[in-house]
């Protein structure tokens, strides 16, 4: 082939860099690409650098970059016609979409391609062998970055597996670590709004509200607290739309539901196909990978707990209120288990609320089963009274249950399975291993050997499931007096109600049926617990009067 060269080009430098394609090194910077090509120039009269292009920070697997896309509008604006770069890795690392261009688009439109230390110049006379080294070139590039995705997907995977954080940042409420990038630390300010949040949440506002408030009282929406903190340069985030970023229902949202203010890492929500699409893919919530106590937690397991339980019930917002209704998604029937409905009706000019068991159309389901939200309130204020005095006389009966044998012989009892059980494995594992040895002996034939060998090794593993069924039955009996501590104390809190809210039901009360406008059933919170300790309560009273004589 001729050399094709003309009198004077304009040329455009490209240059690019990015650490996913491994690009790491002194000698790959833009700078030293820049200068690299410019003594280049100097040694070709005939070029004319008129414009310089850069893409740092984009990979070279597609052609989607901001600085690549001005070079190809300048090239059909016919402002340049040479294009001039270090190696054909800088011009693209996808190996289609690279021999495109270079054997097919540039050429068409009568461009110069110059790849310098590749020794390229599309305008130079072309060895028959040429037509098989650039492509096999373009692909070596290409392999080079399918590989290396490979290795950085493995390696990221590793990290998130052991709870290792690498988001580019961090979620809003905590900041990485100064000593180590992989760790969360608490971010204070943020934090506070996020434990307001699910305050807010909890007294029984809704997203929307909680959203209004935070944009009345002007605290920074996580895009513009991000957006301004020290770490965030290239930050970007795809919540942000068109116009002033502020709090929303969704954002709201996102933060009451993440599991990462609990202290568990929660990664891998999305995936790409591969190396050459950037379009991420949802990942469904059971494939995540969660690792608990990676690090401090911003709110507890229980007012999460609680907000999550909040999200499943109905909240019906009061009229011009924005709080969601007292009982709402709390009163059942008892009948048929559906939520019942509010409903407010006017008689003599006076105003009487109902909960009441009615279809959509306001048709009664279940009759009889209604009852005047007043008396409602005052039946549950009463018995959650009740309840809590029932709970502080039963914790000072449990003060002294360590002195008291009962849970005591349930241990001891379930300690003495195990070992028994234990001496037992023990013996099958030394009859298989003498078996063996008989075997090899020929004290036994391979039939005897296979039977008796088959019926030791089900003992064996039935032993060990039974094993672990009383370790799992002594822990609980161990973990019982922290669970009913638990129960109390969270009782305790609201030793001295007057008055119920929003935020006590829903902390103390787990759902309320509706028997008749006389007749209530409570189901409290850590009811099990309750019920668990009126049983000992009991069983230890009637061992006292034995001991009694």
């Not at 990978?289 to 990676?294: A, D, E, G, P, Y």
């Not at 007043?374 to 914790?395: F, G, P, R």
């Not at 000072?396 to 849970?407: F, G, R």
Request: proline fraction near 2%; charge should be positive; include cysteine.
């Amino acid at each position: 082939m001729k050399s094709s060269k003309k009198e004077c080009y304009f040329a455009g430098a490209y240059t690019r860099l990015s650490q996913d394609d491994g690009d790491k090194a002194e000698s790959d910077s833009i700078r030293n690409q820049k200068e690299l090509i410019r003594n280049f120039q100097k040694s070709h009269s005939e070029i004319h650098i008129v414009e310089e292009y850069s893409d740092d920070g984009y990979s070279g697997v597609n052609f989607e970059r901001p600085g690549f896309q001005k070079m190809i509008t300048d090239i059909h604006e016919k402002k340049i016609d040479c294009i001039i770069v270090k190696d054909l890795s800088r011009f693209g690392r996808n190996y289609i979409e690279t021999g495109k261009y270079i054997e097919q688009i540039f050429p068409a439109l009568g461009v110069r391609f110059i790849a310098i230390n590749d020794n390229y110049d599309s305008a130079e006379k072309r060895q028959p062998g040429d037509q098989i080294i650039l492509p096999f070139k373009n692909l070596v590039n290409d392999a080079y970055s399918r590989d290396l995705s490979v290795k950085i997907r493995s390696n990221l995977n590793a990290k998130r597996q052991i709870g290792d954080y690498v988001g580019a940042f961090a979620p809003y409420g905590y900041k990485k670590a100064e000593d180590n990038k992989n760790q969360l630390t608490i971010d204070w300010p943020a934090a506070k709004v996020v434990r307001r949040i699910f305050q807010l949440r909890i007294e029984g506002k809704s997203n929307a509200v909680i959203a209004d408030i935070l944009n009345q009282e002007g605290i920074p929406c996580p895009y513009d607290y991000k957006r301004h903190s020290p770490d965030s340069r290239n930050f970007a985030s795809g919540f942000h739309g068109n116009g002033e970023a502020s709090w929303s229902f969704n954002a709201i949202n996102r933060i009451l539901t993440n599991q990462i203010y609990l202290g568990t890492m929660v990664q891998g929500k999305s995936t790409r196909p591969n190396y050459k699409i950037k379009k991420t893919v949802v990942i469904d919530q059971e494939k995540w990978i969660r690792v608990k106590n990676t690090h401090e937690a911003i709110i507890s397991q229980r007012d999460f707990d609680i907000v999550q339980k909040l999200a499943g019930i109905d909240t019906r917002i009061s009229t011009g209120e924005g709080e969601v209704y007292l009982f709402s998604g709390l009163v059942l029937c008892e009948k048929c288990g559906d939520t019942l409905i509010r409903r407010t009706v006017v008689r003599n000019h006076t105003r009487y609320t109902y909960y009441g068991c009615y279809d959509r159309k306001r048709t009664i389901k279940c009759k009889g089963v209604v009852i005047r939200e007043d008396d409602l309130e005052q039946a549950v204020l009463t018995s959650i009274q009740k309840h809590i005095q029932t709970l502080l006389d039963i914790d000072k009966l449990l003060k002294h249950v360590d002195e008291m044998p009962l849970l005591k012989r349930e241990t001891d009892a379930l300690t003495e399975l195990v070992a028994s059980a234990k001496n037992e494995l023990l013996r099958y594992q030394n009859l298989n291993e003498s078996l063996y040895r008989d075997y090899l002996e020929g004290i036994v034939d391979q039939d005897e050997y296979l039977d008796l060998r088959n019926i030791y090794s089900t003992n064996e593993e039935r032993l060990h499931k039974s094993i672990q069924e009383l370790d799992r039955k002594k822990q609980q009996v161990l973990n019982k007096t922290s669970s009913y501590q638990r129960c109390i104390e969270l009782f305790r809190e609201f030793g001295n109600i007057q008055k119920l809210d929003r935020k006590t039901l829903v902390m103390l009360i787990s759902h309320i049926s509706v028997v008749s406008k006389k007749k209530i059933k409570i189901c409290f919170t850590y009811q099990d617990e309750f019920d668990d300790m009126c049983y000992l309560i009991q069983k230890m009273k009637g061992e006292h009067e034995i001991w009694q004589g």
